[in-house]
């Protein structure tokens, strides 16, 4: 993209900079030039100012928000972003949030190494040397003449960037320079998240969605700090990732048709699917893929007949039924294909999850079902990767170097219990709370309603660590957001049911559960709301929430 979208935003920058000098912090434009001396009409056509953030207005709610009302920042035409020297990774963090920031403001914002004492800077620091902030966590501080964000990670910088974005007005997300003063409340927040893990899944199966798409997806949950994206990438339908030993996956089942109700066609190629995981790599997503098995197979079988137990291939599917297909658990070819597909998929994925799904596996006898599983999750760990499945995976004992996705609606559910004992983690998905997919009340015209209707305030009202007995804190390693792609086709489809919900989920996940509030959470969603209208971003606009 972006180097003609960005000599247009420094064109434009350029072309405003004496201007816009003009407006710069008052306490500079008081000692140069009276204020009263700048013209009203030199400042172009004035916006009526969107009322600026609070410093506690922020999507996930931070740790702990000191602020100060006398100690406002003026991010300006001057302002420079600076960060970590020696710090490549601080470095493309800086590039990233120079990006983010300039096509409203119309500012160059140059990323630089040191910068010059007075001249207003954004500094990006590593070096914190704070247990408490850990591996994501960051510290902001702003003052009349300066934000810094310091962490002992890069990650910690991105979450810190992302906080620094909602605290500036709500037009720094117009695509367009909006002339306005760009303010920073000042005060300080020292934040990091409760979980290690806060999820949003994919549906690449059921239909198809663009590397584009994933990486616009990208983007908007990463703004919640939201650090991995999984996608689940085969199933009854269709084969949607390229595997080079067993050609046919994609050739036949990602092929026309292969989507819910015909559509098609589509599947990810290494080369799409590597270039997906750098790119959400640059905003601190770790990509997790799912193979279902040994249920959801039929594309499988529909390209490659041997792996039915009477080698006879079953006609494809584009409906949405579910739990009719299983993989023949007696074959050794079973084996063979299972370990093609997870030695490839390993090696083209650097995050260290590897899904193999593992629901609704009804056409598989249990005791079959316990065998595969005894062999294959040992199999995800021989090629480096932790093994990662829906909750079904704990009725195996090899479940317990697992992560287990929770998507029970139940709570209680003692085999997964029993599995945390043995030590699984797990990660929380309720399918009446977590599911994106679910409509929000009967007139949603989009998604499912099997598990529930889920308005905002029911995903957000519940506590991952209290949901389901004998699954405490400790054995949570985060949340995820399921979003299922029966009924969605488009990226607009894909905002309409994740926005506003994910950000519910997200602050389950990162944020202390005492910050857990409804009247706290819906006022600052309601405040996001005109971001998402400046993005494009085809959001709900739930009546439960007064949208700012
Ligand atoms: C699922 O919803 N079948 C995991």
Redesign the pocket.
């Known amino acids: 993209m972006a180097k003609s979208a960005l000599s247009r935003v420094l064109t434009a920058a350029a072309a405003s900079l004496p201007l816009l000098a003009a407006q710069a912090a008052p306490a500079a434009a008081a000692r140069a030039t009276p204020a009263a001396a700048v013209p009203i009409a030199q400042r172009g056509p004035a916006t009526a100012p969107a009322a600026s953030p609070a410093l506690s207005d922020v999507l996930p709610a931070p740790v702990q928000v000191s602020p100060d009302a006398g100690a406002t920042f003026r991010l300006g035409p001057l302002t420079v972003i600076r960060t970590q020297p020696g710090s490549p990774a601080a470095r493309a963090v800086g590039d990233q949030l120079a990006r983010d920031l300039r096509p409203a403001t119309g500012y160059p914002l140059p990323v630089l190494p040191v910068a010059a004492r007075r001249v207003p800077s954004i500094s990006l620091l590593l070096g914190a040397n704070d247990s408490r902030l850990g591996s994501e966590g960051y510290r902001l501080s702003v003052t009349r003449s300066a934000v810094t964000i310091r962490a002992n990670n890069p990650a910690g910088l991105f979450a810190g960037s992302q906080t620094l974005r909602q605290l500036l007005p709500v037009d720094i997300d117009s695509p367009a320079v909006v002339r306005r003063s760009w303010t920073v409340p000042g005060g300080s927040i020292l934040d990091y998240p409760r979980f290690a893990y806060r999820g949003a899944m994919l549906d690449e199966a059921r239909h198809f969605h663009t590397p584009d798409e994933i990486k616009a997806y990208v983007d908007e949950i990463s703004r919640f700090k939201v650090n991995h994206l999984h996608l689940h990438l085969s199933d009854d339908q269709g084969w949607r990732i390229q595997i080079d030993s067993w050609p046919k996956l994609t050739a036949v089942s990602g092929g026309a048709g292969t989507g819910v109700d015909g559509e098609g066609p589509g599947f990810l190629t290494k080369a799409q699917y590597k270039d997906i995981v750098a790119y959400a790599a640059k905003r601190y997503v770790t990509i997790v893929p799912e193979i279902d098995m040994p249920g ?1 197979v039929n594309a499988a079988q529909v390209a490659y007949p041997e792996l039915t137990c009477d080698g006879v291939a079953p006609p494809p599917r584009t409906d949405t039924e ?1 739990g009719y297909s299983s993989l023949c658990i007696g074959s050794e070819t079973t084996y063979r294909f299972v370990e093609d597909v997870i030695r490839e998929l390993a090696a083209m994925t650097p995050g260290p999850y590897l899904h193999i ?1 593992g ?2 596996a009804h056409a598989t006898p249990e005791a079959d079902y316990v065998a595969f599983q005894q062999r294959v999750l040992p199999l995800v760990a021989e090629y480096g990767k932790t093994a990662y499945g ?1 909750n079904e995976i704990t009725k195996a004992p090899a479940s317990a170097t697992a992560v287990a ?1 929770y ?1 029970d609606t139940a709570t209680t559910n003692p085999t997964v219990a029993a599995a945390v004992t043995r030590g699984t983690k797990v990660v929380m ?1 309720p ?1 009446n709370k977590a ?1 994106l997919d679910m409509k929000y009340d009967p007139s949603t015209p989009l998604g499912l309603d099997w598990a529930a209707y889920i308005e905002v305030r029911d995903a957000y009202g519940w506590d991952p660590a209290t949901r389901v007995t004998g699954v405490g804190e400790n054995a949570i390693l985060g949340v995820e957001a ?1 979003l ?1 792609s029966e009924t969605l086709r488009s990226l607009d489809d894909i905002e309409f049911m994740a926005f506003p919900r994910l950000p519910a989920i997200a602050e389950l996940g990162w944020s202390p559960a005492s910050t857990h509030d409804w009247a706290s959470f819906s006022a600052r969603l309601g405040a996001y709301g005109p971001r998402w209208t400046l993005q494009g971003v085809n959001f709900y606009p739930s009546p439960q929430i007064n949208w700012g």
């Open positions: 959801h579910v799904g629901d609704e829906w996705q998507w998905s399918a599911y399921p299922w």
